[in-house]
């Protein structure tokens, strides 16, 4: 398949599955409350792209949600070319993708990260995944989130679920504290067997992602909280914090390549504390 047509059916995916998210983040609002949409421009000065951001904040549900759609191309700085796959010789790139984070109201609904993208250099690949960060311990959510994780990762290989959770406990994990971001989830890269088969695969994580978070929040929606749970979910938020600056790899990508600022950053809380 022809180069050109991956790029249109990756970043069309994305954009549609961005368009979905909202709709239905916005449905469990009860449409009360609207997104804050920026569009942005990689370089102002010449096309390298750029993407389109969507921040909700102060809802019934959502502190705050952001919905993170990017389509950007150009040459990576000489500093970062060679950390990425296939830019050692050439630093021409281009990727799209797909990210949102969830910071909740109620503490007893987790917060919930999803992304989803495609990355081409003189090779290209696929990678993303889902995690989940609680505030407050729920085993049976837990086993619930990873049965259906496991069940959509074996529609494609029997192998994916466990060498993906595994992945996933790896790279959420803070090790300045020596503890896990949250309860893990899947996380890949590098993907790049069969682009048919990867992206089907890659679009069967965006929709459980939805189905995964209308669940849970629907199931926990009206369930009560104390102060002193509020301030626990606060504390929480800040590892999430010293993981997204300190070594979430999104974060790197996308600001060593032009990205916007407030895009890129829009997975940190609108607040959150440290003891």
Request: with cysteine; hydrophobic share 30%; net charge positive.
């Amino acid at each position: 398949m022809n180069i050109e047509i991956k790029k249109d059916l990756t970043s069309n995916w994305f954009k549609m599955i961005q368009e979905s998210i909202c709709h239905s983040i916005s449905d469990l609002e009860n449409n009360n409350i609207s997104f804050k949409s920026t569009r942005w421009k990689k370089n102002k000065k010449k096309d390298e792209g750029g993407g389109e951001f969507r921040i909700l904040k102060d809802g019934k549900i959502f502190d705050k949600v952001g919905v993170n759609y990017s389509k950007v191309y150009g040459k990576f700085p000489k500093n970062f070319q060679k950390k990425i796959l296939g830019a050692k010789k050439n630093p021409s790139f281009w990727a799209s993708g797909i990210s949102v984070v969830m910071h909740m109201k109620n503490p007893h609904i987790p917060a919930m990260h999803f992304n989803t993208r495609y990355i081409c250099t003189t090779q290209d690949w696929f990678g993303g995944g889902i995690d989940v960060t609680p505030s407050i311990k729920d085993e049976n959510e837990k086993k619930e989130f990873h049965k259906i994780l496991k069940k959509m990762c074996e529609r494609h290989n029997k192998n994916y679920y466990a060498k993906y959770k595994k992945w996933c406990d790896e790279y959420f994990y803070l090790p300045h504290r020596k503890e896990t971001r949250g309860i893990g989830g899947i996380f890949f890269d590098y993907k790049k067997n069969n682009f048919e088969k990867d992206f089907k695969f890659t679009r069967d994580i965006g929709i459980t992602f939805q189905s995964i978070f209308e669940k849970i929040i629907r199931k926990k929606i009206k369930k009560k909280w104390t102060y002193k749970e509020k301030e626990m979910q606060y504390l929480k938020r800040g590892r999430y914090v010293e993981f997204n600056l300190l070594y979430d790899r999104g974060t790197k990508f996308g600001l060593q390549t032009g990205g916007n600022i407030d895009g890129i950053l829009m997975s940190l809380p609108p607040l959150a504390k440290w003891k």
